[in-house]
């Protein structure tokens, strides 16, 4: 049927006098000429419609549905990858928060324990000096009880020669030692 109507179509126009109609001026303002140029019209837009409409038209609603798909699946896409990332920059900071926490009891620990180590080495220490001056002070006392004894008998020793060069008489040691301990008790209650 519509190859009938296009015969019919075609036979009309080459059957009418002047289709070409070059002959006067404008054939587009010749009003003869306006049934062929209708025609022409209908015939290339219709055509030009029935064109874009069967080939044209489904490839662009194909790619554009195609397009929107790939965006709908792109934003989803990008939404799962953003909640995977911020799940991620979770899990990250509880990490570095554990860690620090971690981090912080260990540094606690370790200066709880160099506190208590330096506390007993100073207790040691301290009480190594303890018995170093206890040492000291009972050397100290024993020096002076012995060089107490040692200076009365030297002084014992050299006021018998003093006496004995300047009187040139012999002196009875113990006296002389009796007499120096009287003093030196007298002299050394004062340092004691």
Known sequence: ????????????????????????????????FWSSQIFWLILIFSSLYIVIWKVFLPKIT???EN???RVVNDLNET???KDNAEKKLAEYKKI?????????LIVDESRKKL????????QKFNEE?????????????SLKKSSIASINKIATEISSELVKKIVETEVNMSSASAIVEDISKKKVEKYL
């Open 79 to 81: 939404q799962k990858l």
């Open 1 to 32: 049927m519509k190859i009938f109507c296009f015969a019919l179509s075609i036979a009309y126009v080459f059957g009418t006098k002047s289709v070409f109609g070059a002959g006067e001026g404008m054939p587009q303002l010749n009003p003869e």
């Open 115 to 122: 506190e208590k180590d330096i506390e007993n080495k100073k």
């Open 129 to 141: 000096i303890e018995k170093e001056i206890t040492a000291v002070e009972t050397e100290i006392k």
């Open 96 to 104: 570095i928060d554990d860690a620090k926490k971690e981090a912080q």
């Open 62 to 64: 194909e790619s554009l």
């Open 67 to 69: 397009r929107k798909l």
